[in-house]
């Protein structure tokens, strides 16, 4: 077990499959779990450290010659997503990031954040270099704000509001905006014209519903039915849609082995599905990995709906 806990020291992971930005070369550059909020619905579960303080958490050298040796093995991926086990604009040398990223490669980057520090101009700055920004909006008052997202102190949603506002003003590149639903949390009919309200106050290119498809940090958290969602949608108009399913496979990756499946699993669940897909792995060699780390008491099968998703049992420091 400890040998296999050794593997989870790479920055990158995948690409995996993903619902938005098709096959994503994910980077992550904040220690596990690292945020400013400790959402309900997390798919990497409870926030351990909830911080407002940006840090020089690893060395961005060391990312960008991973990120380099990947792209020199012929790691084919549609985008670059910065995001993983924290929040990313914690890490003070975003921009710093970035910049190495754009000397590599001319892939899109894309930056995955819950936006709440978006209304410190540092933080706009280092996002602004990224070509496409998917904070996330789940709340049109302060009461279902904290019920949530269970922030850490100094983090309140007009603050959120008014950081993507500015933020609109300033970049030029894609917001697309994550709206994530909780069956009968903020679902109502008057909780959703208030956010169809803000959704129209940030400007966003576009609007993505979620719910929690993947396992989330707390059991109770239900999903919303896909029905309801695009009911939702339709309601919120305009650019509003319901994130599909995730696309199919591409046959270009180079092999892949059991670092790979634990390097993605330490950032999010996973089905056999999705593993096959992202990681260009057939089910048989997915299912011998999987079966094998089990053995080891290294991941758990945790059913979601119809689907098994694989989870680590515990997370690494």
């Known amino acids: 077990m400890d040998s296999a806990r050794a593997k989870l020291t790479a920055f990158t992971y995948g690409p995996v499959p993903s619902r938005r930005l098709g096959l994503s070369l994910g980077v992550d550059i904040v220690p596990p779990k690292i945020c400013t909020l400790d959402c309900v619905y997390c798919q990497v579960g409870r926030t351990t450290r909830k911080s407002l303080v940006r840090e020089d958490f690893i060395d961005i050298d060391a990312v960008l ?27 003070s040398r975003l921009g710093d990031l970035i910049d190495g990223m754009r000397r590599l490669t001319d892939i899109p980057i894309a930056i995955l954040t819950n936006g709440t520090l978006l209304y410190r101009e540092d933080v706009r700055a280092d996002c ?4 496409v920004v998917i904070p996330t909006l ?18 309140t949603m007009e603050k959120l509001v008014s950081g993507l506002e500015q933020f609109r003003r300033e970049f030029q590149g894609q917001i697309w905006l994550e709206v994530f639903l909780v069956a009968g949390v ?12 803000l959704i ?18 707390e059991p109770d958290v239900r999903a919303v039915p896909v029905e309801t969602l695009h009911a939702i949608a339709r309601h919120i108009g305009g650019n509003c ?14 092999p892949r082995g059991e670092a790979d499946v634990l390097s993605v699993l330490k950032r999010r669940p996973c089905s056999v599905e999705d593993l096959c897909t992202g990681l260009a792995l057939d089910r048989d060699e997915v299912l011998k990995h999987l079966s094998y780390l089990q053995d080891q008491g290294v991941v758990t099968p945790q059913r979601r709906g119809d689907t098994t998703y694989f989870r680590l049992r515990t997370r690494t420091p």
Not at 186 to 197: C, M, S
Not at 241 to 254: F, S
């Open 128 to 131: 602004a270099k990224a070509d």
């Open 241 to 254: 849609e319901v994130i599909g399913a995730p696309p199919g496979g591409d046959e270009g990756h180079e």
């Open 65 to 91: 010659a991973e990120l380099e040796a990947k792209l020199k093995a012929g790691t084919r991926t549609d985008h670059i997503t910065i995001g993983g086990s924290g929040e990313p604009t914690l890490n």
């Open 138 to 155: 789940d709340a049109a008052d302060a009461s279902i704000f904290e019920a949530v997202h269970r922030p850490t102190p100094g983090i």
């Open 200 to 217: 129209q106050r940030t400007r966003p290119d576009k609007v993505h519903l979620n719910t929690a498809v993947r396992p989330p940090a």
């Open 186 to 197: 903020n679902t109502d009919a008057a909780q959703i014209e208030k956010l169809k309200a």
